[in-house]
Protein backbone atom coordinates (compact mmCIF):
# COMPACT_ATOMS: atom_id res chain seq x y z
CA UNK A 1 0.00 0.00 0.00
CA UNK A 2 1.46 3.18 -0.50
CA UNK A 3 2.14 6.06 1.56
CA UNK A 4 -1.25 8.33 1.90
CA UNK A 5 -0.35 11.53 -0.05
CA UNK A 6 0.17 14.84 1.50
CA UNK A 7 -2.46 17.42 2.09
CA UNK A 8 -3.53 20.91 3.50
CA UNK A 9 -5.71 20.04 6.35
CA UNK A 10 -8.45 22.71 7.48
CA UNK A 11 -7.97 25.52 9.77
CA UNK A 12 -9.94 23.15 12.18
CA UNK A 13 -7.61 20.09 11.85
CA UNK A 14 -4.68 22.37 12.79
CA UNK A 15 -6.04 24.03 15.53
CA UNK A 16 -7.33 20.80 17.38
CA UNK A 17 -3.66 19.25 16.02
CA UNK A 18 -2.19 22.06 17.77
CA UNK A 19 -4.29 21.86 21.01
CA UNK A 20 -3.61 17.85 21.52
CA UNK A 21 -0.12 18.11 21.07
CA UNK A 22 -0.26 21.24 24.46
CA UNK A 23 -2.07 18.17 25.89
CA UNK A 24 0.66 15.26 25.25
CA UNK A 25 3.09 17.89 26.02
CA UNK A 26 1.55 18.90 29.72
CA UNK A 27 1.29 15.38 30.50
CA UNK A 28 4.50 14.26 29.77
CA UNK A 29 6.13 17.36 31.63
CA UNK A 30 3.62 16.62 35.00
CA UNK A 31 5.20 13.59 36.36
CA UNK A 32 9.01 14.22 34.93
CA UNK A 33 9.44 17.17 37.28
CA UNK A 34 9.05 14.94 39.94
CA UNK A 35 11.80 12.14 38.26
CA UNK A 36 15.06 14.00 39.23
CA UNK A 37 13.92 14.06 42.71
CA UNK A 38 13.67 10.83 43.14
CA UNK A 39 17.58 10.31 44.73
CA UNK A 40 16.37 13.11 47.14
CA UNK A 41 13.16 11.57 47.78
CA UNK A 42 14.28 7.98 48.53
CA UNK A 43 17.32 9.45 50.70
CA UNK A 44 14.72 11.48 53.05
CA UNK A 45 12.85 8.65 53.15
CA UNK A 46 15.93 6.40 54.12
CA UNK A 47 14.79 3.21 52.03
CA UNK A 48 16.63 0.48 49.64
CA UNK A 49 16.57 0.05 46.23
CA UNK A 50 13.76 -2.79 46.51
CA UNK A 51 11.25 -0.77 48.81
CA UNK A 52 11.73 2.41 46.62
CA UNK A 53 10.97 0.25 43.97
CA UNK A 54 7.78 -0.90 45.50
CA UNK A 55 6.57 2.54 45.91
CA UNK A 56 7.24 3.59 42.43
CA UNK A 57 5.03 0.77 41.58
CA UNK A 58 2.13 2.63 43.20
CA UNK A 59 1.84 4.52 39.77
CA UNK A 60 1.36 1.46 37.38
CA UNK A 61 -1.19 -0.01 40.24
CA UNK A 62 -2.86 2.83 40.09
CA UNK A 63 -3.12 2.98 36.34
CA UNK A 64 -4.12 -0.53 36.22
CA UNK A 65 -6.74 -0.58 38.46
CA UNK A 66 -8.58 3.34 37.10
CA UNK A 67 -7.30 2.58 33.23
CA UNK A 68 -10.05 0.56 32.12
CA UNK A 69 -12.88 3.26 32.93
CA UNK A 70 -10.74 5.26 30.07
CA UNK A 71 -13.71 4.15 27.76
CA UNK A 72 -16.71 4.65 29.41
CA UNK A 73 -15.53 8.54 30.40
CA UNK A 74 -14.54 9.06 26.98
CA UNK A 75 -17.71 7.88 25.82
CA UNK A 76 -20.13 9.69 28.49
CA UNK A 77 -17.75 12.59 28.63
CA UNK A 78 -15.84 13.09 25.26
CA UNK A 79 -11.94 12.25 24.86
CA UNK A 80 -11.61 16.27 24.97
CA UNK A 81 -12.68 17.13 27.99
CA UNK A 82 -11.23 13.97 29.71
CA UNK A 83 -8.02 14.75 28.72
CA UNK A 84 -8.05 18.40 29.60
CA UNK A 85 -10.03 18.58 32.77
CA UNK A 86 -8.01 14.70 33.76
CA UNK A 87 -4.54 16.64 33.72
CA UNK A 88 -5.36 19.69 35.75
CA UNK A 89 -6.48 17.54 38.83
CA UNK A 90 -3.24 15.26 37.99
CA UNK A 91 -1.04 18.60 38.32
CA UNK A 92 -3.12 19.15 41.61
CA UNK A 93 -2.19 15.57 43.08
CA UNK A 94 1.55 15.63 42.25
CA UNK A 95 1.55 18.84 45.12
CA UNK A 96 0.81 15.97 48.06
CA UNK A 97 4.50 14.05 46.85
CA UNK A 98 6.26 16.80 49.18
CA UNK A 99 4.85 15.92 52.11
CA UNK A 100 4.29 12.16 52.14
CA UNK A 101 5.98 11.06 55.32
CA UNK A 102 6.97 7.69 54.54
CA UNK A 103 7.41 5.51 51.51
CA UNK A 104 3.90 4.20 51.97
CA UNK A 105 2.24 7.31 51.53
CA UNK A 106 4.85 8.50 48.99
CA UNK A 107 3.87 5.26 46.86
CA UNK A 108 0.32 5.94 47.83
CA UNK A 109 0.24 9.50 45.94
CA UNK A 110 1.98 7.92 43.36
CA UNK A 111 -1.33 6.22 42.98
CA UNK A 112 -3.50 8.42 42.50
CA UNK A 113 -1.13 10.04 39.83
CA UNK A 114 -0.61 6.87 37.80
CA UNK A 115 -4.43 6.41 38.03
CA UNK A 116 -5.21 10.13 36.47
CA UNK A 117 -2.69 9.75 34.25
CA UNK A 118 -4.13 6.41 32.57
CA UNK A 119 -7.19 8.03 32.21
CA UNK A 120 -5.73 10.98 30.42
CA UNK A 121 -3.28 9.00 28.55
CA UNK A 122 -5.29 6.94 26.39
CA UNK A 123 -7.95 10.49 25.97
CA UNK A 124 -5.70 12.58 24.51
CA UNK A 125 -4.34 9.31 22.12
CA UNK A 126 -8.13 8.90 21.09
CA UNK A 127 -8.67 12.73 20.63
CA UNK A 128 -5.04 12.57 18.91
CA UNK A 129 -6.43 9.72 16.29
CA UNK A 130 -9.28 11.74 15.93
CA UNK A 131 -7.15 14.67 14.40
CA UNK A 132 -4.75 12.14 12.20
CA UNK A 133 -7.99 10.79 10.64
CA UNK A 134 -8.87 14.56 9.82
CA UNK A 135 -5.10 14.86 8.17
CA UNK A 136 -5.74 11.47 6.83
CA UNK A 137 -1.60 10.75 7.28
CA UNK A 138 0.83 9.53 9.97
CA UNK A 139 0.54 12.36 12.81
CA UNK A 140 0.66 10.54 15.84
CA UNK A 141 4.43 9.60 16.60
CA UNK A 142 4.69 13.50 16.45
CA UNK A 143 1.91 14.37 19.06
CA UNK A 144 4.10 11.83 21.12
CA UNK A 145 6.99 13.22 20.20
CA UNK A 146 5.50 16.40 21.86
CA UNK A 147 5.27 14.34 24.87
CA UNK A 148 8.82 13.67 24.84
CA UNK A 149 9.59 17.47 24.68
CA UNK A 150 7.16 17.58 27.45
CA UNK A 151 9.30 14.93 29.55
CA UNK A 152 12.70 16.50 28.16
CA UNK A 153 11.44 19.83 29.80
CA UNK A 154 9.94 18.51 32.73
CA UNK A 155 13.04 16.99 32.84
CA UNK A 156 15.28 19.71 32.76
CA UNK A 157 13.02 21.80 35.34
CA UNK A 158 13.22 18.76 37.91
CA UNK A 159 16.97 18.68 37.31
CA UNK A 160 17.46 22.52 37.75
CA UNK A 161 15.54 22.84 40.68
CA UNK A 162 17.87 19.72 42.20
CA UNK A 163 20.77 21.57 40.85
CA UNK A 164 19.63 24.86 42.73
CA UNK A 165 18.57 23.08 45.79
CA UNK A 166 14.83 24.50 45.35
CA UNK A 167 12.26 22.95 47.72
CA UNK A 168 10.45 20.50 46.38
CA UNK A 169 6.65 22.00 47.38
CA UNK A 170 7.79 25.35 45.51
CA UNK A 171 8.73 23.57 42.46
CA UNK A 172 5.76 21.49 42.21
CA UNK A 173 3.79 24.05 42.76
CA UNK A 174 5.00 26.35 39.70
CA UNK A 175 5.17 23.20 37.84
CA UNK A 176 1.52 22.33 38.09
CA UNK A 177 0.11 26.32 37.62
CA UNK A 178 2.40 26.38 34.68
CA UNK A 179 0.68 22.94 32.78
CA UNK A 180 -2.82 23.75 34.23
CA UNK A 181 -3.45 26.82 32.73
CA UNK A 182 -1.69 25.27 29.19
CA UNK A 183 -4.61 22.50 29.14
CA UNK A 184 -7.69 24.50 30.08
CA UNK A 185 -6.60 26.95 26.90
CA UNK A 186 -6.14 23.94 24.87
CA UNK A 187 -9.20 22.97 25.49
CA UNK A 188 -11.20 25.16 23.90
CA UNK A 189 -9.66 24.34 20.26
CA UNK A 190 -10.14 20.57 20.78
CA UNK A 191 -12.62 18.60 18.05
CA UNK A 192 -16.71 18.58 19.13
CA UNK A 193 -18.91 15.63 17.89
CA UNK A 194 -18.85 12.32 18.59
CA UNK A 195 -15.61 10.12 19.03
CA UNK A 196 -16.19 8.71 15.64
CA UNK A 197 -17.29 11.65 13.79
CA UNK A 198 -13.95 11.36 11.54
CA UNK A 199 -13.87 7.89 10.45
CA UNK A 200 -15.37 6.47 6.74
CA UNK A 201 -18.22 5.40 6.60
CA UNK A 202 -17.19 1.63 6.16
CA UNK A 203 -14.67 1.83 9.48
CA UNK A 204 -17.73 3.31 11.25
CA UNK A 205 -19.94 0.17 9.80
CA UNK A 206 -17.24 -1.96 11.93
CA UNK A 207 -17.99 -0.83 15.19
CA UNK A 208 -20.64 -2.27 17.37
CA UNK A 209 -24.48 -0.33 16.55
CA UNK A 210 -27.81 -1.27 17.44
CA UNK A 211 -28.85 -4.08 15.36
CA UNK A 212 -31.62 -3.22 12.36
CA UNK A 213 -34.32 -5.74 11.52
CA UNK A 214 -32.28 -8.05 13.17
CA UNK A 215 -29.07 -8.05 11.61
CA UNK A 216 -25.98 -7.24 13.08
CA UNK A 217 -23.23 -4.70 12.28
CA UNK A 218 -21.17 -5.67 8.74
CA UNK A 219 -17.54 -5.60 10.01
CA UNK A 220 -15.07 -3.40 8.44
CA UNK A 221 -12.82 -4.52 5.16
CA UNK A 222 -9.61 -6.30 5.42
CA UNK A 223 -6.74 -3.89 4.89
CA UNK A 224 -3.08 -3.83 4.40
CA UNK A 225 -3.24 -7.73 4.31
CA UNK A 226 -3.69 -7.07 8.30
CA UNK A 227 -4.37 -10.90 9.90
CA UNK A 228 -6.51 -9.84 12.40
CA UNK A 229 -8.65 -7.90 9.66
CA UNK A 230 -9.15 -11.18 7.71
CA UNK A 231 -9.79 -13.25 10.52
CA UNK A 232 -12.64 -10.59 11.89
CA UNK A 233 -14.52 -11.53 9.43
CA UNK A 234 -14.69 -15.09 9.91
CA UNK A 235 -13.74 -15.14 14.47
CA UNK A 236 -13.40 -11.98 15.39
CA UNK A 237 -13.29 -12.33 18.96
CA UNK A 238 -10.49 -14.95 19.07
CA UNK A 239 -8.28 -12.62 16.86
CA UNK A 240 -8.92 -9.43 19.37
CA UNK A 241 -8.05 -11.39 22.30
CA UNK A 242 -4.65 -12.37 20.82
CA UNK A 243 -4.16 -8.96 18.72
CA UNK A 244 -4.99 -7.11 21.96
CA UNK A 245 -2.52 -9.22 23.97
CA UNK A 246 0.54 -9.24 21.59
CA UNK A 247 -0.24 -5.14 21.42
CA UNK A 248 -0.27 -4.94 25.02
CA UNK A 249 2.84 -6.63 25.06
CA UNK A 250 4.79 -4.59 22.61
CA UNK A 251 3.34 -1.33 24.12
CA UNK A 252 4.51 -2.63 27.80
CA UNK A 253 8.21 -3.32 26.12
CA UNK A 254 8.46 0.14 25.14
CA UNK A 255 6.64 1.11 28.69
CA UNK A 256 9.50 -0.39 30.27
CA UNK A 257 12.50 1.15 28.34
CA UNK A 258 10.77 4.66 29.20
CA UNK A 259 10.25 3.29 33.15
CA UNK A 260 14.02 2.32 33.33
CA UNK A 261 15.57 5.71 32.53
CA UNK A 262 13.01 7.44 34.39
CA UNK A 263 13.15 5.65 37.51
CA UNK A 264 16.27 3.92 37.51
CA UNK A 265 18.55 6.16 35.17
CA UNK A 266 19.26 8.76 37.87
CA UNK A 267 20.23 5.91 40.06
CA UNK A 268 22.05 4.14 38.21
CA UNK A 269 24.43 7.51 37.36
CA UNK A 270 24.57 8.37 40.91
CA UNK A 271 25.41 5.29 42.52
CA UNK A 272 26.91 2.92 40.07
CA UNK A 273 28.75 5.63 38.39
CA UNK A 274 29.03 8.04 40.95
CA UNK A 275 28.15 11.20 39.63
CA UNK A 276 26.60 14.56 40.97
CA UNK A 277 22.58 14.74 41.36
CA UNK A 278 22.61 17.41 38.27
CA UNK A 279 24.80 14.86 35.74
CA UNK A 280 22.41 11.98 37.27
CA UNK A 281 19.01 13.50 36.04
CA UNK A 282 20.04 13.62 32.69
CA UNK A 283 20.07 9.89 31.76
CA UNK A 284 16.15 10.35 31.68
CA UNK A 285 17.10 13.34 29.90
CA UNK A 286 18.97 11.66 27.26
CA UNK A 287 16.51 9.11 26.90
CA UNK A 288 13.20 11.40 26.67
CA UNK A 289 15.81 13.70 23.73
CA UNK A 290 16.42 10.83 21.58
CA UNK A 291 12.59 9.29 22.32
CA UNK A 292 11.75 13.11 20.92
CA UNK A 293 13.81 13.19 17.66
CA UNK A 294 12.32 9.92 16.76
CA UNK A 295 8.98 10.74 17.51
CA UNK A 296 8.74 13.78 15.78
CA UNK A 297 10.76 12.42 12.81
CA UNK A 298 8.73 9.02 13.02
CA UNK A 299 5.80 9.87 11.09
CA UNK A 300 7.56 11.26 7.51
CA UNK A 301 9.66 7.59 8.11
CA UNK A 302 6.62 5.34 9.03
CA UNK A 303 5.08 7.07 6.04
CA UNK A 304 7.99 5.78 3.93
CA UNK A 305 8.72 2.56 5.11
CA UNK A 306 5.56 1.10 7.26
CA UNK A 307 5.18 0.85 11.49
CA UNK A 308 6.13 -2.81 11.28
CA UNK A 309 10.23 -2.04 9.59
CA UNK A 310 10.45 0.87 12.10
CA UNK A 311 9.81 -0.78 15.26
CA UNK A 312 11.41 -3.88 14.41
CA UNK A 313 14.51 -2.03 13.24
CA UNK A 314 14.18 -0.10 16.53
CA UNK A 315 13.59 -2.78 18.84
CA UNK A 316 17.39 -3.97 17.98
CA UNK A 317 18.67 -0.55 18.02
CA UNK A 318 17.52 -0.65 21.74
CA UNK A 319 19.01 -3.85 22.74
CA UNK A 320 22.49 -3.31 21.19
CA UNK A 321 22.94 0.56 21.93
CA UNK A 322 21.66 -0.57 25.83
CA UNK A 323 23.69 -4.02 26.14
CA UNK A 324 26.76 -2.38 24.79
CA UNK A 325 26.33 0.68 27.31
CA UNK A 326 26.03 -1.75 30.11
CA UNK A 327 29.29 -3.86 28.88
CA UNK A 328 31.63 -0.54 28.93
CA UNK A 329 30.09 1.27 32.26
CA UNK A 330 30.88 4.99 32.22
CA UNK A 331 28.67 8.18 31.88
CA UNK A 332 28.82 9.17 28.55
CA UNK A 333 28.61 5.20 27.72
CA UNK A 334 25.44 5.09 29.95
CA UNK A 335 24.21 8.56 28.68
CA UNK A 336 24.16 7.04 25.04
CA UNK A 337 23.03 3.76 26.22
CA UNK A 338 19.56 5.52 27.13
CA UNK A 339 19.48 7.82 24.10
CA UNK A 340 19.97 5.00 21.64
CA UNK A 341 17.07 2.57 23.77
CA UNK A 342 14.74 6.15 23.08
CA UNK A 343 14.91 5.89 19.92
CA UNK A 344 14.56 2.82 19.32
CA UNK A 345 11.21 2.63 20.54
CA UNK A 346 9.85 6.14 19.80
CA UNK A 347 7.32 4.65 17.74
CA UNK A 348 6.75 1.85 19.28
CA UNK A 349 3.33 2.83 21.72
CA UNK A 350 2.37 5.15 19.08
CA UNK A 351 1.94 2.15 16.08
CA UNK A 352 0.78 -0.14 19.20
CA UNK A 353 -2.20 2.01 20.10
CA UNK A 354 -2.63 3.16 16.34
CA UNK A 355 -3.21 -0.72 15.41
CA UNK A 356 -5.56 -1.16 18.02
CA UNK A 357 -7.97 1.55 17.58
CA UNK A 358 -8.55 0.26 14.00
CA UNK A 359 -9.19 -3.10 14.83
CA UNK A 360 -12.71 -3.95 14.04
CA UNK A 361 -15.89 -4.46 16.17
CA UNK A 362 -14.73 -2.17 19.05
CA UNK A 363 -16.76 0.02 20.72
CA UNK A 364 -15.00 3.67 20.64
CA UNK A 365 -11.77 3.87 22.90
CA UNK A 366 -11.54 0.11 23.62
CA UNK A 367 -9.11 -1.13 21.84
CA UNK A 368 -7.12 1.92 22.81
CA UNK A 369 -8.17 1.53 26.59
CA UNK A 370 -7.12 -2.58 26.91
CA UNK A 371 -3.93 -1.30 25.19
CA UNK A 372 -2.88 1.38 27.53
CA UNK A 373 -4.23 -0.88 30.26
CA UNK A 374 -1.81 -3.41 29.55
CA UNK A 375 0.59 -0.88 28.96
CA UNK A 376 0.68 0.14 32.37
CA UNK A 377 1.46 -3.67 33.47
CA UNK A 378 5.02 -3.04 32.08
CA UNK A 379 5.15 0.05 34.35
CA UNK A 380 3.92 -1.94 36.94
CA UNK A 381 6.59 -4.94 36.88
CA UNK A 382 9.93 -2.95 36.01
CA UNK A 383 10.12 -0.76 39.14
CA UNK A 384 9.86 -3.99 41.67
CA UNK A 385 12.07 -6.54 39.08
CA UNK A 386 14.21 -4.62 38.66
CA UNK A 387 14.76 -3.37 42.41
CA UNK A 388 14.99 -6.64 43.06
CA UNK A 389 17.47 -7.71 40.56
CA UNK A 390 19.56 -4.69 41.68
CA UNK A 391 19.67 -5.73 45.47
CA UNK A 392 20.54 -9.46 44.42
CA UNK A 393 23.49 -8.23 41.91
CA UNK A 394 23.82 -4.93 40.98
CA UNK A 395 21.28 -1.98 39.26
CA UNK A 396 23.61 -2.59 36.04
CA UNK A 397 22.61 -6.46 35.56
CA UNK A 398 18.68 -5.20 36.29
CA UNK A 399 18.75 -2.89 33.25
CA UNK A 400 19.32 -5.48 31.15
CA UNK A 401 15.52 -5.54 31.25
CA UNK A 402 16.22 -2.63 28.39
CA UNK A 403 18.02 -5.61 25.93
CA UNK A 404 15.30 -7.95 26.50
CA UNK A 405 12.03 -5.73 25.64
CA UNK A 406 14.18 -4.69 22.62
CA UNK A 407 14.52 -8.37 21.69
CA UNK A 408 10.79 -8.83 21.89
CA UNK A 409 9.91 -5.87 19.96
CA UNK A 410 12.07 -7.14 17.46
CA UNK A 411 9.59 -10.63 17.49
CA UNK A 412 6.23 -9.35 17.98
CA UNK A 413 6.55 -5.98 16.09
CA UNK A 414 5.36 -8.27 12.84
CA UNK A 415 1.49 -7.75 13.82
CA UNK A 416 1.26 -4.17 13.47
CA UNK A 417 -0.79 -2.82 10.93
CA UNK A 418 1.96 -1.01 8.78
CA UNK A 419 -0.25 2.32 6.70
CA UNK A 420 -1.68 4.80 7.82
CA UNK A 421 -4.97 4.77 5.97
CA UNK A 422 -6.14 7.78 3.68
Known amino acids: MPAAPLTTPARQARLARAAVAALFLTNGAVFFNIVPRFPQIKAELGVSNAVFGTALAGTPIGALLAGLLAGAAIRRFGSARVASLGIVVTTVATLFVPFAPSWVAFGGVLFVVGALDAVVDVAQNAHGLRVQRLYGRSIVNSLHGVWSVGAVLGGLMGSAAAGLGIPLAVHLSISATLFSVTALVAYRFLLPGPEDAERPAEAQDAHPAPAQDGHPARPAQAQDGHPARRAGRRSFTGAAVRMLAALGLLAACGGLVEDAGASW ?158
Open 265 to 422: GALYLSGDLRTDAATAGLAVVALQVAMTVGRLTGDRIVDRFGQRTVVRSGGALAAIGMGAALAMPSVPAALAGFALAGLGVATLVPAAMHTADELPGLPAGAGLTIVSWLLRGGFLLSPPLVGFVADLTSLRVGLLSVVLAGAVTVVLGRVLVNRTRA
